[in-house]
């Protein structure tokens, strides 16, 4: 029943956020431009790269409140507490670093031609403070996630996303359109968020919460054997991830940087589509191994595993197939379509294939031994990040997109089945084929409807994007009804409802 709830949860509050965001993200690009908007897909990098700071605490936490909130909240409490004080001074470190140094950065590494040396430092400094605050609020975030409050977890997202999205629209709107206000926008929300989120998580932990300061350096250590791998994970995904990117913010012009970045934005909508059923179905995962429970376990993982492919496929091949139109339709921009579709094809089906190879993470994540997690991901880093760095200083974004891809595959095709056999052994069949039949059913959905559809180019903008996301719906659809668990889902889910 929790795992319904969150999961419920989960969606609500990822759909709501995911749909303001698809509708007002594409009009900062009509009010700010390809530039300004370049420097806001900046923002977005940069909060990746340096999420890699968590230093796998957050996810420390959420395993903890999982396994042990409830059972000892006096460690549980003073676990939180110490790490209040860490993420405190990685904050202080973080906007320092583009305080102090976005000066260099606006001069040294963005290419400019509109926006003025003096704004782009304002900018730098407080993307730098934003990033900060949002990296501590994670600390909050997991532990709501890891003691199952994932209700309470996205009221508050879709509060905090209702004023960041179409707040920042209306300041665009009716007051000004300079970029530099719309980031002091961006902090004032952030830390806004911040505090209520921890005033949230300290009702929400089984013993009560001391305001004063803690730091149990023995709490910290326990756990940081896990953290420590998974902060290098983080870090080796980065760069997996993000590495080209990186590059491309230097060798691109901002303008060219703000279509990569819309690009690479519409993929998002594969890991938010992804999300809500990942955060519900680890903490179920951890719990059932934890307590011995082998068939519930494997029960779960499958049929997580089917309903995870049910949403991701239509989504990744929706994306995918309809590139040049959804890329056109979105930012408005005929330009932006035809220099994009390419891309955003080759990294929406590599953004697809992640997702679903997350399945052998969640393995290793529940045994808590992530060791091969890491000898894996420094040998896919040594591999994969000479090729993508020579192609994204020659330019070249189209080749870095398709390598990236080929990449995700042979993570999937490659180390997926030795992972499950050292950890599930006789999963791994079992997880190909509830991938396989949801997969084929999108793939089938959507080339029919394009073809049928036709030319989406003289349609407007609302049109084509409502033609796009309608032609998802129904591989979705399509994928639901020939799937007995998905359909028996539906039927327990609206049984649950009919108690409201």
């Given at each position: 029943?929790?795992?319904?709830?969150?999961?419920?949860?989960?969606?609500?509050?990822t759909a709501?956020?995911?749909i303001?965001a698809?509708?007002?993200?594409p009009?900062?690009?009509?009010?700010?431009?390809?530039?300004?908007?370049?420097l806001?897909?900046?923002?977005?990098?940069?909060?990746a790269?340096l999420n890699?700071?968590?230093l796998?605490?957050?996810?420390?936490t959420?395993?903890?409140?999982a396994?042990k909130g409830?059972?000892?909240?006096q460690?549980?409490?003073?676990?939180?507490?110490?790490l209040?004080?860490?993420?405190?001074v990685?904050f202080?470190?973080?906007?320092?670093?583009?305080?102090?140094?976005?000066?260099?950065?606006a001069?040294?590494w963005?290419?400019a031609s509109?926006?003025?040396?003096?704004?782009?430092?304002?900018?730098?400094?407080?993307?730098?403070?934003?990033?900060?605050l949002?990296?501590?609020?994670?600390?909050?975030k997991?532990?709501?996630?890891?003691?199952?409050r994932?209700?309470?977890l996205n009221?508050?997202?879709s509060i905090?996303s209702t004023?960041?999205y179409p707040?920042?629209?209306?300041?665009?709107?009716?007051?000004?359109?300079?970029?530099?206000?719309f980031?002091?926008?961006?902090?004032?929300i952030?830390?806004?968020?911040?505090?209520?989120?921890?005033?949230?998580s300290?009702?929400?932990?089984?013993?009560?919460?001391?305001?004063?300061?803690?730091?149990?350096?023995?709490?910290?250590?326990?756990?940081?054997?896990?953290?420590?791998?998974?902060?290098f994970?983080?870090?080796?995904?980065?760069?997996?991830v993000?590495?080209?990117?990186?590059?491309?913010?230097?060798?691109?012009?901002?303008?060219e940087?703000g279509?990569l970045?819309?690009?690479?934005?519409?993929t998002t909508?594969?890991?938010q589509?992804a999300?809500?059923?990942?955060?519900a179905?680890?903490?179920?995962?951890?719990?059932l191994?934890?307590s011995?429970?082998?068939?519930?376990?494997?029960?779960a993982?499958?049929?997580g595993a089917?309903l995870?492919?049910?949403?991701?496929?239509?989504?990744?091949?929706?994306?995918?197939?309809?590139s040049?139109?959804?890329?056109q339709?979105w930012?408005?921009?005929?330009?932006?379509?035809?220099?994009?579709?390419d891309?955003l094809?080759w990294?929406?089906?590599?953004s697809?294939?992640?997702?679903l190879s997350?399945?052998?993470y969640?393995?290793?994540?529940?045994?808590?031994k992530?060791r091969l997690?890491?000898?894996?991901l420094?040998?896919?880093a040594?591999?994969?990040?000479p090729?993508?760095?020579?192609?994204?200083?020659?330019?070249?974004?189209?080749?870095?997109?398709?390598?990236w891809?080929?990449?995700?595959?042979?993570d999937?095709?490659?180390?997926?089945?030795?992972?499950?056999?050292?950890?599930a052994?006789?999963?791994?069949?079992?997880?190909?084929?509830?991938?396989?039949?949801p997969i084929?059913i999108?793939?089938?959905?959507?080339?029919?409807?394009q073809?049928?559809?036709?030319?989406?180019?003289g349609?407007?903008?609302?049109?084509a994007?409502?033609t796009?996301v309608s032609?998802?719906?129904?591989a979705?659809?399509?994928?639901?009804l020939l799937?007995p668990?998905?359909r028996h889902?539906?039927?327990?889910t609206?049984?649950?409802?009919?108690?409201?």
């Amino acid at each position: 029943m929790a795992l319904r709830t969150n999961t419920l949860a989960n969606y609500a509050g990822t759909a709501y956020s995911a749909i303001i965001a698809v509708l007002v993200v594409p009009l900062y690009f009509q009010h700010l431009g390809p530039e300004a908007y370049g420097l806001v897909g900046f923002f977005s990098l940069a909060q990746a790269w340096l999420n890699v700071l968590d230093l796998g605490l957050s996810q420390l936490t959420a395993r903890t409140a999982a396994t042990k909130g409830y059972q000892e909240p006096q460690n549980f409490v003073l676990l939180v507490k110490s790490l209040e004080l860490v993420f405190f001074v990685v904050f202080l470190c973080i906007s320092g670093f583009f305080f102090f140094g976005g000066k260099i950065i606006a001069e040294e590494w963005l290419i400019a031609s509109n926006l003025d040396l003096n704004s782009l430092t304002d900018c730098l400094a407080l993307i730098g403070a934003t990033i900060g605050l949002r990296l501590w609020m994670s600390l909050y975030k997991s532990t709501l996630v890891g003691l199952e409050r994932q209700i309470i977890l996205n009221i508050m997202i879709s509060i905090s996303s209702t004023a960041r999205y179409p707040g920042s629209l209306v300041l665009l709107t009716c007051f000004t359109t300079d970029v530099v206000v719309f980031f002091y926008y961006q902090l004032a929300i952030s830390a806004i968020e911040l505090l209520l989120l921890a005033v949230i998580s300290y009702r929400q932990i089984p013993k009560k919460m001391p305001l004063r300061p803690l730091f149990s350096l023995p709490s910290v250590m326990e756990g940081l054997p896990f953290a420590g791998t998974i902060a290098f994970s983080s870090l080796v995904s980065i760069l997996l991830v993000q590495f080209d990117k990186l590059i491309f913010s230097k060798t691109l012009t901002l303008a060219e940087f703000g279509y990569l970045s819309a690009a690479t934005f519409i993929t998002t909508a594969i890991f938010q589509a992804a999300g809500p059923i990942s955060q519900a179905l680890l903490p179920r995962l951890t719990a059932l191994f934890s307590s011995g429970e082998e068939a519930g376990f494997r029960a779960a993982y499958l049929n997580g595993a089917e309903l995870f492919c049910i949403v991701i496929a239509p989504v990744t091949f929706t994306i995918a197939i309809f590139s040049q139109p959804l890329l056109q339709a979105w930012t408005g921009s005929y330009e932006a379509g035809l220099w994009g579709k390419d891309i955003l094809f080759w990294y929406a089906l590599g953004s697809g294939t992640m997702a679903l190879s997350s399945f052998h993470y969640f393995l290793q994540y529940v045994h808590g031994k992530m060791r091969l997690h890491v000898i894996w991901l420094s040998f896919s880093a040594l591999l994969q990040t000479p090729v993508l760095a020579s192609l994204a200083i020659s330019g070249n974004v189209k080749d870095a997109a398709l390598t990236w891809f080929l990449f995700r595959i042979a993570d999937v095709l490659l180390w997926s089945p030795y992972i499950h056999k050292v950890f599930a052994p006789g999963l791994y069949h079992s997880l190909l084929f509830r991938f396989l039949k949801p997969i084929s059913i999108s793939i089938i959905v959507l080339i029919f409807l394009q073809w049928w559809i036709g030319s989406l180019d003289g349609l407007s903008r609302p049109m084509a994007s409502f033609t796009i996301v309608s032609s998802g719906c129904i591989a979705l659809l399509f994928c639901i009804l020939l799937s007995p668990f998905a359909r028996h889902q539906i039927k327990q889910t609206i049984g649950f409802l009919n108690y409201f």
